[in-house]
């Protein structure tokens, strides 16, 4: 899973990313930097899910 996220990292621009994708993020991200919306790191959401983390 690691070497997945190491490579889209490095070659990212090479993901296709649609329109509609961008501007969703763009929407968020505007949220977040108005403070209307808040980034949770992965900790805070297991906390948020009661810990429970296990696949099906």
Do not use: C, F, Y
């Not at 509609?20 to 992965?42: F, H, P, T």
């Not at 899910?49 to 696949?55: E, H, P, R, V």
């Amino acid at each position: 899973m690691e070497a997945i996220w190491e490579d889209l990292r490095d070659n990212g621009e090479r993901v296709s990313v649609p329109d509609w994708q961008k501007m969703l993020l763009d929407r968020r991200r505007k949220a977040v930097e108005e403070g209307r919306e808040k980034v949770l790191d992965w900790d805070e959401v297991k906390h948020t899910l009661g810990g429970n983390t296990a696949l099906p």
